[in-house]
């Protein structure tokens, strides 16, 4: 049966506590023989750790190592990142998702610059202060570069934690984060505080998995009180976040000599500074022929040339926190136009984006995951149509 929720004070957390720190040594000891290789897990350098941390939020690892050795090398130093423009360390970001992430990144580099002469700060409050560093990667940065003793509760040490403690308290809830992140405070050991932080990480990521978690694999089962009484698996308690939205586009794919047609999107809200195909939201429409002419006027009216549409029958679906985006695409090839029109201009677009550019590949400018698929979806319809002509 699983218990009651637990309150702040009836969480006993003795069991974890040190002087015995029967518990801390096992789970180090543990680490030190099964921890993944992991390029960042060799360095004690704050720059690559804060790095790998940044990539690693919503990511998984295998995802992240081949983005961070690319952009370890393009920018081994905090300077030369202050120094990169931020169109480039975009394009070394596209594709990782959540990029106010690499922007934040090349503003605290600057700042690093600027106020510590590029060496990052060692002191927690200090880190702290730096755009996009919340308690999390502090904690992580601060432990592991500097031996800080300061916890991290991400989702893998919270699963654990409430295992551990068999905890039926509402995770998503702030007064439950708020006595875990006090609980993983609590049973840091003084000695190696960083490395029994990525224990309780890996822990949480190899072991104790959300779904089916291998106790008869697990370190510190004879702590563990959920292991005991048969809960493990309905833990953590997590009530629903809220409704994904469903948002529909028209994405225009316009190729013209070996060029194509990508704006820019405008500062601030979602794939800000990235480069992608023109696209309209459509607003409670299902009527595609309307959608279809109301995009061929925007368009025309925008480049002011003829075009001639094709629709490609397979939408794109791209998957967000909050919201399942569908792109519709429509192909467009340019029957007569002005010279500004041509492959190579600078053109400007009457539409919500900052500007719009005749790109040669579109991986010469920084765009999103969901771009290279839509230029997938329609290179392909091209292709199918050449062949059975
Ligand atoms: S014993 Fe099982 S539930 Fe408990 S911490 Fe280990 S893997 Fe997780």
């Not at 960083?194 to 822990?203: T, V």
């Not at 399942?324 to 192909?331: A, G, K, N, T, V």
């Not at 319809?381 to 059975?388: Q, Y």
Request: glycine residues 6%; aromatic residues 8%.
């Amino acid at each position: 049966m699983p218990s009651k929720q637990k309150t702040a004070d009836q969480v006993d957390i003795s069991h974890l506590l040190p002087p015995n720190s029967l518990f801390s040594g096992l789970i180090l000891q543990w680490f030190d023989l099964a921890a993944r290789h992991m390029p960042w897990r060799k360095s004690r350098d704050p720059y690559a750790i804060w790095i790998s941390e940044v990539m690693l939020q919503q990511t998984q690892v295998q995802t992240v190592i081949p983005y961070f050795l690319r952009f370890l090398a393009a920018f081994p130093t905090i300077e030369s990142l202050a120094r990169a423009p931020l169109q480039q360390v975009l394009k070394l970001w596209a594709g990782l998702g959540y990029y106010r992430r690499a922007k934040q990144l090349h503003s605290a580099a600057k700042l690093i610059v600027q106020q510590y002469q590029g060496r990052f700060p060692r002191e927690f409050p200090a880190i702290l202060t730096l755009p996009g560093i919340g308690r999390y990667t502090a904690g992580a940065v601060g432990s592991i570069a500097f031996n800080l003793r300061v916890p991290v509760l991400d989702g893998n040490v919270m699963r654990v934690l409430a295992r551990l403690l068999d905890f039926h308290g509402d995770i998503a809830q702030p007064a439950a984060q708020k006595l875990l992140w006090q609980i993983a405070a609590d049973i840091i050991p003084a000695d190696r505080p960083g490395d029994f932080n990525q224990a309780m990480m890996e822990l949480g990521a190899t072991v104790c998995k959300p779904l089916s978690p291998a106790c008869d694999q697990c370190a510190v089962r004879r702590f563990c009180l959920a292991q005991q009484r048969g809960t493990a698996e309905m833990l953590p308690r997590k009530s629903k976040r809220t409704a994904v939205r469903t948002v529909t586009c028209m994405a225009i794919v316009l190729q013209r000599n070996e060029h194509t047609l990508l704006c820019k999107r405008p500062e601030g809200g979602l794939w800000s500074g990235l480069w992608e195909f023109p696209a309209f939201e459509i607003y409670g429409s299902k009527d595609s022929r309307h959608a279809l002419n109301a995009a061929k006027k925007r368009v025309k009216k925008s480049l002011g040339v003829d075009i001639e549409f094709q629709a490609v029958h397979k939408p794109v679906r791209h998957q967000l926190t909050h919201r399942l985006m569908i792109y519709q695409i429509l192909i467009g090839s340019i029957k007569n136009g002005r010279r500004d029109a041509a492959a190579g201009k600078r053109i400007t677009m009457h539409l919500p984006y900052e500007s719009a550019r005749w790109v040669r590949g579109i991986n010469s400018v920084p765009v999103a995951r969901v771009t290279e698929k839509i230029l997938a979806v329609a290179e392909a319809h091209i292709h199918n149509n050449r062949s059975t002509r």
